[in-house]
């Protein structure tokens, strides 16, 4: 009998493996855009965001992930910034959430290359 | 004329060793000016070709030559904002050229033959060192030693500004690398040591005017003059020897170039938005006067001096890594505004923000002596994908469409300002962006990523051709630019502040006079951007007292927070945001008025006086009963038609 009809589900087990994940993205952020650290992932950024009323994407959630070092939804949903800057005025920490973008962009460029984007 | 006969036995005075220096640097640079030219102008476009072709046989070569006068030798914008910074300058170019013109003169008229090569003019004294005794002589020495003189008082305000810049009304100026440190100090050499070789060599013949006659005859009662005088004719000649050598690798480049800039810009040709001869040429045009320095908020309030076109161009030349001095700048067009050569230095920015490799677009060869323009393949930044926008947008036919933008979204004032505005006005209005809408794409152009950017052009473009507006009314600057710019659609572009003149022209809209102070911000991109500086005081003055601050018009400052600027972080910014609401209120106003939202959020965060969007300021004093249109019957008939016909 397959899982689905069971009536109960199996989850994947959820783990964040540090040691496995590549935290390369997020230090060059750091690096260049200090505030990003200032991020307590209020998520008021995605609530207000142009881009997310058309498309999947998320500041906020990006934020945890490049923390993380799980590059790969990042990887794929950073181009679907507009860069229309409301995420900016909205932020309560003073993030400066283009440069985190902008960087974010940067970073997957120089370490990657354009193909993989 | 005279002495002919007694100088002609001696046969040194035709030609001495000293003069080969200067006779290499002068023949070199000569030359190498012609080659520079015929690169840049066989890199034109075809059309640009056609264009500078027809610039040089019509009215505009005429207005390229008193613009040439009148800005590469009198310096006239300098001298108007800044008059000792500008005497500096013109003692320097004007002065060298007349005395250039007057020693050619002074060599085919008193000298032995006509047509002279011109190290016979340049080292005239040296050659005729008896010259002077007739009228008209004294006075032509008279006039060279004035000429002199003149070069030297601007030269020595050059010396102080370098050491003193706040002096000669300069807040800062330009660092520089060693090789304009070298340049400069040989051009620095240039006139004390002509000035002391001729007056030696006047010295020991007794004659010479009131400045190298005077010296002359004081240095010989002390010194021996005639022995003394050979190696500073041998410093002269080498100071400008050297200058001409180092002036293609130099800032100095902007001599010769300058000339060529100016034709060309009289032709038509503007930078466009990718690197090409016009860049080029704009790049070495660039004489580094750092005036944009001055003028750059984020210099003068944050203190952050490395980013300034001066210093962007220079890193350009020299083929540096720019990315940073690219993006770190508001884009606010002061320093466009400001830069004396006018050249188009926000543009020439744009270009380093679209390409994406991060290389150097030119390639230095031969110890930068010639450069190489690089092919890169074309690179997108890092999508190479399009976006997929899914939208639940309804679209509605009418007339006029409202396009708030993202910033109006976060200013809600301004919005529910212009909704009453529209209501008062009877106005069939579908508001596009009500419930959702896209960016206009000009924030991601500004990052220089105009593939995605056209992608939101597009859809954006799909919705306005749907509704078939013939108008589309925005109350963002920002939109309104990209809006106008780079939008194929049919309607009319207004920005609120057009519209609602338009409204009080007609008479749609009455409302009452509110007796408030008002002081009015320009913001950048609707102001020196888009050029619209009338139609907001018109307004203004419709409703309120309009006072003035120094900071307006062309030279008004930015609130700080423009989109434009990627790096800047957020306490810059305040810093900027609150320099501006302090000079704006200055004059101690009720409201500080401005017509871009993002400009309201920024300066309403910092200040304590009100700042408010003229459409606010408008609504506000709207009272019941408003002036009758009668424009929304032709649109109730064509959407009836619209319903006959499905």
Known sequence: ?117 | MQGKLSEKPKAMKDFDPFVIPFNIGLYFILIYSVVRCVIWFRQLSRADKLRLQRGFFSRAFGGSLKEIFMESLIHRKILKSKPILGYMHMSLAFGWFLLIVFGTLEADIFGKSHLNPPYKAIFFRFFNPEHGTTLLAEVWEFIMDFLLAFILSGLILAIIKRFMPRAVGMKKTTRHTLRDKIALTALWLVFPSRLIAESLTCGAHGSGSFLTGTIGAWLNSFLPVESLAYPFWWLYSLSLGVFFILLPVTRYMHIPTELFLIFMRNSGITTGDRAGSFYEVELHSCSSCGICIDACQMSFVTGITSIQPVYLNKALRNNEDVTEKAYNCLMCGRCEEACPVGIEVSAVRMIQRRNKTGKPLYENRWMGYFRERLNHEAVYNGTGRNLKLSSNIKVRKADTIYFAGCMTHLTPGIKEAMLKIFKAANENVWFMDETEGACCGRPLMLAGNDREARELINFNSDLIWKSGATRLITSCPICFNVFRSSYYIDAEILHHSQYIKYLIDTGAIRFNYSHKKVVYHDPCELGRIAGIYEEPRDVISWVADLATVPEELEKSLCCGNSLANIILSPVQKNLIATDTIKRLTAPNPDIVATSCPLCKKTLSKVSKTRVADIAEIVAEEISGVQGKRTRTASVNIREMVDQLLG
């Open chain 1, 1 to 117: 009998m397959p899982a689905s009809k069971f009536g109960y589900t199996l989850s994947e087990p959820r783990v964040i493996d540090y040691e496995a994940n590549n935290r390369q993205i997020a230090e060059y952020i750091f690096e260049h855009e200090p505030t990003f650290r200032l991020c307590i992932e209020c998520g008021a950024c995605a609530a207000t965001c142009t881009a997310g009323q058309f498309m999947t994407f998320s500041l906020r959630e990006l934020n945890v992930l490049l923390k993380r070092g799980e590059n790969d939804i990042p990887r794929q949903r950073i181009k679907n910034c507009m860069f229309c800057g409301k995420c900016i005025l909205v932020c309560p920490r003073g993030v400066n959430t283009r440069s985190v973008i902008f960087h974010a962009r940067e970073a997957f460029r120089k370490t990657e290359g354009y193909e993989r984007l």
